[in-house]
């Protein structure tokens, strides 16, 4: 089926059906990116002038009711228009604390960003609260405040953050008010007061005319004619590399277009860029729809690319459907395939272990790609955190997708709840796979591991690594990172210690680590997979740099279903100087029951959590156990205050030899 049908009579909208996501926002991107090659996925068989034929134009575009229209707002569940009433009278003729110069400085002068950013998203998510409260209760009441927050946010000098000035030609201080960048936080900013604008123009033009105005007038100017003006930001991927940015920024510039752009060439000429972006973001992709920036990314990666296909698609009444393109459904269902359990996914690279995605997006991604089971994973997920029972969430401030879940409520509650709990996945594009004893069940043991590269978006130093979960709790584990600082993404970055292989679940060879950059890869990778069990096998010894004086190194993971998870390792060396060691990370307690077995046992108290076994040869391997005191927030949050580091070394290290070691 084509994206584009023969049809070229102008839409008339339906009212909604729904479009995107709130969920949890970690990312603040890395500039390794993906390669992306040009291509006409998206603006094959269409024009600009097409498109002026098609798109519905900017004063009849209608995907949400608006503040005014009163019925429709009074439908959604009385709890949840009391909460988000409650959560507004908070901050009524609250103040809109205001960034200072110094305060942007901090991330240049100390690396730290998150002040800035903290002070930046509070008025943002001010702003939304207040909107939505005025939208629930329909009274006024709001407005004043409302129109504070976006002469506040319309006087700030730049809407991006501090971290994003690379983008302009001065390079990281203070933004040059001389030269419009825009990032992702600009475009997000963009596109909160464009709705802001959608939702409540009539009441603000009655009492405060020239707010419209200088909503059009800044929105135009930082971020529409700049957009359209510009092809040298990186993030359109007209360079040839693309990350998140791109459909994350394209899903708040599309909207800002739709809703405030007037004139009807500029507004066609827009929207053709737009698919032209787009399509560098999905021709970076394999047919298999895996994400190497991982899950948490998912949400600003996948799940922005849905918000822009939404978006397009009510603007021209499906005649933009890009739902049809088999890639674009593969990309939504990897956020199913990437859970494990509750709140744990296979979390390699920058990814957290414990992920949050929008409950409204995946339920809506899934019935657009008719996947039943996205669309329950969704209802799963809407359960989790308890969705119709409160106000509905969006972190820094983002209506476009507050709107969709609100209006798609009552449909994702109606929807029957359930995990996807496949048994087994494959992504040969990132290579990544994992394996459960059961589909459909948490019991047992779980096996997730990677060849890939160390050149991937987001990396680690990590070709080879993989994870243990049982009975859906974690065992042996991928740390994640470190809340981010202007280290993170600096020719620092490998000197952190969650980047480093020696810190994954990876040998360390003549006392050498993995090395950062696409050379240092896999190779001769091959995945299996039957009833009995999965295995994925690889040659990681290219992703050593030479001093490591690896001539091979065979790895090969594999899960017997029922039984056990099996780490055997094949090597021929050109020298041995510094010895091999192997790391395993793991969050629980550890102790060494006799020769050959330590028990990972729960640190939690949690009695359901039953004793897992590593299993190794006492006569080849001398173990220590290194405790790792956790400061870092970010981390906290996912494995409390505390993880281990097992030590195996092997007694004596041989030009060539192999062995096993054994979860079970």
């Given at each position: 089926?084509?994206?584009?049908?023969?049809?070229?009579?102008?839409?008339?909208?339906?009212?909604?059906?729904?479009?995107?996501?709130?969920?949890?926002?970690?990312?603040?991107?890395?500039?390794?990116?993906?390669?992306?090659?040009?291509?006409?996925?998206?603006?094959?068989?269409?024009?600009?002038?097409?498109?002026?034929?098609?798109?519905?134009?900017?004063?009849?575009?209608?995907?949400?009711?608006?503040?005014?229209?009163?019925?429709?707002?009074?439908?959604?569940?009385?709890?949840?228009?009391?909460?988000?009433?409650?959560?507004?009278?908070?901050?009524?003729?609250?103040?809109?604390?205001?960034?200072?110069?110094?305060?942007?400085?901090?991330?240049?002068?100390?690396?730290?960003?998150?002040?800035?950013?903290?002070?930046?998203?509070?008025?943002?998510?001010?702003?939304?609260?207040?909107?939505?409260?005025?939208?629930?209760?329909?009274?006024?009441?709001?407005?004043?405040?409302?129109?504070?927050?976006?002469?506040?946010?319309?006087?700030?000098?730049?809407?991006?953050?501090?971290?994003?000035?690379?983008?302009?030609?001065?390079?990281?201080?203070?933004?040059d008010v001389t030269e419009p960048t825009v990032?992702?936080?600009?475009?997000?900013?963009?596109?909160?007061?464009?709705?802001?604008?959608?939702?409540?123009?009539?009441?603000?033009?009655?009492?405060?005319?020239?707010?419209?105005?200088?909503?059009?007038?800044e929105v135009q100017r930082r971020i529409l004619?700049?957009?359209?003006?510009?092809?040298?930001?990186?993030?359109?991927?007209?360079?040839?590399?693309?990350?998140?940015?791109?459909?994350?920024?394209?899903?708040?510039?599309?909207?800002?277009?739709?809703?405030?752009?007037?004139?009807?060439?500029?507004?066609?000429?827009?929207?053709?860029?737009?698919?032209?972006?787009?399509?560098?973001?999905?021709?970076?992709?394999?047919?298999?729809?895996?994400?190497?920036?991982?899950?948490?990314?998912?949400?600003?990666?996948?799940?922005?690319?849905?918000?822009?296909?939404?978006?397009?698609?009510?603007?021209?009444?499906?005649?933009?459907?890009?739902?049809?393109?088999?890639?674009?459904?593969?990309?939504?269902?990897?956020?199913?395939?990437?859970?494990?359990?509750?709140?744990?996914?296979?979390?390699f690279a920058d990814a957290a272990a414990k992920?949050?995605?929008?409950?409204?997006?995946?339920?809506?991604?899934?019935?657009?790609?008719?996947?039943?089971?996205?669309?329950?994973?969704?209802?799963?997920?809407?359960?989790?955190?308890?969705?119709?029972?409160?106000?509905?969430?969006?972190?820094?401030?983002?209506?476009?997708?507050?709107?969709?879940?609100?209006?798609?409520?009552?449909?994702?509650?109606?929807?029957?709840?359930?995990?996807?709990?496949?048994?087994?996945?494959?992504?040969?594009?990132?290579?990544?796979?994992?394996?459960?004893?059961?589909?459909?069940?948490?019991?047992?043991?779980?096996?997730?591991?990677?060849?890939?590269?160390?050149?991937?978006?987001?990396?680690?130093?990590?070709?080879?690594?993989?994870?243990?979960?049982?009975?859906?709790?974690?065992?042996?584990?991928?740390?994640?990172?470190?809340?981010?600082?202007?280290?993170?993404?600096?020719?620092?970055?490998?000197?952190?210690?969650?980047?480093?292989?020696?810190?994954?679940?990876?040998?360390?060879?003549?006392?050498?680590?993995?090395?950062?950059?696409?050379?240092?890869?896999?190779?001769?990778?091959?995945?299996?997979?039957?009833?009995?069990?999965?295995?994925?096998?690889?040659?990681?010894?290219?992703?050593?740099?030479?001093?490591?004086?690896?001539?091979?190194?065979?790895?090969?993971?594999?899960?017997?279903?029922?039984?056990?998870?099996?780490?055997?390792?094949?090597?021929?060396?050109?020298?041995?100087?510094?010895?091999?060691?192997?790391?395993?990370?793991?969050?629980?307690?550890?102790?060494?029951?006799?020769?050959?077995?330590?028990?990972?046992?729960?640190?939690?108290?949690?009695?359901?959590?039953?004793?897992?076994?590593?299993?190794?040869?006492?006569?080849?391997?001398?173990?220590?156990?290194?405790?790792?005191?956790?400061?870092?927030?970010?981390?906290?949050?996912?494995?409390?205050?505390?993880?281990?580091?097992?030590?195996?070394?092997?007694?004596?290290?041989?030009?060539?030899?192999?062995?096993?070691?054994?979860?079970?």
């Open positions: 089926m084509p994206l584009f049908p023969p049809t070229d009579r102008c839409p008339v909208n339906p009212f909604v059906s729904r479009i995107l996501t709130l969920g949890c926002l970690l990312a603040f991107v890395f500039p390794i990116t993906r390669a992306a090659q040009p291509g006409g996925i998206l603006s094959a068989g269409t024009s600009a002038e097409r498109l002026n034929r098609i798109l519905a134009p900017a004063s009849t575009w209608h995907p949400f009711p608006r503040a005014a229209e009163r019925k429709d707002w009074m439908v959604l569940p009385a709890t949840v228009r009391s909460a988000h009433i409650r959560e507004g009278e908070k901050l009524l003729n609250a103040g809109w604390a205001a960034p200072r110069a110094t305060d942007f400085l901090e991330f240049v002068r100390t690396g730290d960003r998150s002040h800035y950013q903290n002070l930046s998203f509070g008025r943002r998510q001010q702003l939304a609260t207040l909107v939505l409260a005025e939208c629930m209760e329909g009274k006024g009441r709001f407005l004043d405040d409302i129109v504070n927050g976006v002469w506040a946010i319309s006087e700030e000098t730049f809407w991006g953050v501090p971290a994003h000035l690379s983008l302009q030609r001065k390079g990281f201080g203070l933004p990032d992702l936080f600009a475009a997000e900013t963009g596109a909160l007061i464009a709705w802001t604008y959608y939702l409540l123009k009539d009441s603000l033009d009655a009492r405060f005319p020239v707010v419209s105005e200088r909503i059009r007038h004619s700049v957009n359209l003006e510009r092809d040298d930001f990186w993030w359109m991927g007209f360079s040839g590399k693309v990350n998140n940015w791109n459909p994350w920024i394209c899903s708040n510039w599309v909207a800002a277009v739709l809703i405030l752009e007037e004139n009807p060439t500029r507004r066609a000429r827009s929207v053709y860029k737009i698919l032209g972006c787009l399509d560098r973001f999905l021709s970076a992709y394999a047919d298999d729809g895996g994400c190497d920036e991982g899950p948490t990314y998912w949400t600003r990666a996948g799940g922005s690319l849905f918000d822009c296909l939404e978006l397009l698609h009510l603007a021209t009444g499906g005649r933009i459907n890009g739902f049809v393109n088999s890639r674009v459904g593969e990309i939504g269902r990897y956020i199913g395939r990437a859970h494990i359990q509750g709140p744990y996914y296979v979390n992920a949050s995605p929008d409950p409204s997006t995946v339920f809506r991604y899934g019935k657009r790609i008719n996947d039943s089971t996205m669309m329950a994973f969704g209802g799963y997920l809407a359960q989790i955190e308890q969705m119709g029972s409160g106000a509905v969430p969006g972190r820094f401030g983002v209506l476009g997708r507050v709107l969709p879940a609100l209006f798609s409520l009552e449909d994702l509650l109606r929807t029957r709840p359930a995990e996807p709990l496949l048994r087994d996945f494959w992504l040969p594009g990132v290579q990544v796979m994992g394996a459960r004893s059961s589909g459909g069940s948490t019991g047992g043991l779980y096996l997730a591991a990677q060849g890939g590269h160390n050149g991937e978006s987001h990396n680690h130093n990590d070709v080879g690594n993989f994870i243990v979960y049982a009975d859906g709790e974690p065992v042996i584990i991928d740390v994640g990172v470190e809340t981010y600082t202007a280290k993170t993404f600096s020719a620092d970055r490998y000197t952190i210690w969650t980047m480093q292989s020696a810190y994954h679940n990876l040998p360390t060879i003549n006392g050498v680590q993995q090395k950062d950059g696409k050379e240092y890869t896999a190779r001769d990778v091959h995945y299996t997979v039957g009833d009995t069990a999965a295995t994925l096998s690889m040659d990681i010894a290219r992703a050593y740099s030479r001093e490591a004086g690896v001539r091979t190194w065979y790895r090969t993971l594999s899960l017997i279903r029922g039984r056990e998870v099996t780490v055997h390792d094949a090597y021929v060396l050109d020298t041995v100087q510094s010895g091999i060691r192997l790391t395993f990370m793991t969050n629980r307690k550890v102790s060494v029951e006799s020769p050959g077995t330590i028990i990972l046992g729960d640190r939690s108290g949690n009695a359901r959590v039953r004793d897992v076994t590593l299993m190794f040869d006492p006569a080849l391997f001398a173990v220590d156990i290194e405790a790792i005191q956790i400061q870092d927030g970010q981390l906290k949050s996912s494995w409390g205050e505390r993880l281990e580091k097992i030590l195996l070394s092997l007694k004596q290290p041989r030009i060539a030899g192999d062995f096993t070691v054994s979860i079970r």
